[in-house]
């Protein structure tokens, strides 16, 4: 019965993601866009403290936004983890904070993950007082209460078959709270897998038989949304890899097209790239205590196409800059510059075989005018048609906003 489940699940997709859109619509270009957080602005809560650089967004399905940035001060410079309810922010972890880690204090932070009930996970590194003691752990946090998933001293999250965990990858945090995270063992049997931390206890999440690590690789997420993760191994290209997985779920939704359109009526969205390699994808399905998981494959040697119609965007791109869930099952929304179209950045969608402009130049007047043909950094996104970027802004080296956009 599992292998039928997986079956369906590699064919169906992401489920709010790779299902098939059963029909087009126009869709309005209403977009409300604006602009969430500039850095350099003040610290709630840290007096004499701004802002510094914003990157690694994270979005909730109740658009609750975490990211990576520093507080700086004259004096110092602190990495930290901030998380957005609105317009009021909270430092949920900074450089020098203790952690629940046998006292030792917070040294610097993978990328965050945030669920609607307002959990938030991450990958700390420590600062390591004595010799044996942690230098990373998975922590999770909610409101004033930070829990240890799992650290590599020996502290916490010891694996069920009595191997010490050694090294960790950034964790994604499901509805319920469980977090998912990959991490290479130690010991007489060296080992990497995918873990799953849930009240039910530390499990390991089976792979598919074509998917082995060994011991020395290391999985790292791609992608997160609503209880789906996207995992590629460590040191593949992630521009590569993310470009991949929009293959994998804007071909697949081509193919599915009934009817099947006629040659004349389509148009290329994305080149094909037949030097590039292949990249493997795991695809991770939670269910509460338990996790599926399948091999997603996207092809860089085919290209992406679209159906041309009325009332449709036939625009062309070089690159994907960001993607993530739309509103409706099988939808993509997406950033990017059109071929040939200068000052033509905007968010688009892909839904059922057509791409669709969401936003016009009057919606990113202030974003445009910065771009000046440098991409945006970051893009989440809450699988419910509002997104979330980080762009530059400013003249100042590294200065960069975060905006928010609520699309049809």
Known sequence: MRKIRLRHFAAAGLCAVLLLCLSAHRVAAQVNARLLLVSGSAVPGHPGFTFGPFQDLAMSGNDHVVFRSTLESPRSNLRAVVRSQGVSFTVVAFEGLISPVSREQYESF????????????FR???KAEAAGKPTEAIV?????NADLVADNGGGGGESSFGQIFKAFSAPVVGSKGEVLFAARTGGPNPHSGLYLWSNGGMREVALPKDFQLGAGGLLKPIFASHDEAVFVRQGVNRAAAQEQFFRAVTVRNFQQLDPVPKPSDTFQVLPA???QKPIQMLLVLLQGNQAETAELSGDPGQPVMAQDAPGTDDAGFTAIQGQAAGRRSGSIIFAGDPSGQPDGFGLFCFCGGHVVRLTTQADFGLLLTNLNNKPITSFAGDGQGTVALVAPVGTQPGANAIFVCDTP
Do not use: E, H, M, T
Request: glycine residues 8%; charged residues 15%; hydrophobic residues 40%.
């Open 110 to 121: 993978s990328a965050p993950s945030i669920n609607s009930a307002g959990y938030v996970a």
């Open 273 to 275: 790239r037949p030097n």
């Open 124 to 126: 700390a590194r420590l």
């Open 140 to 144: 999770r946090v909610k409101g004033a």
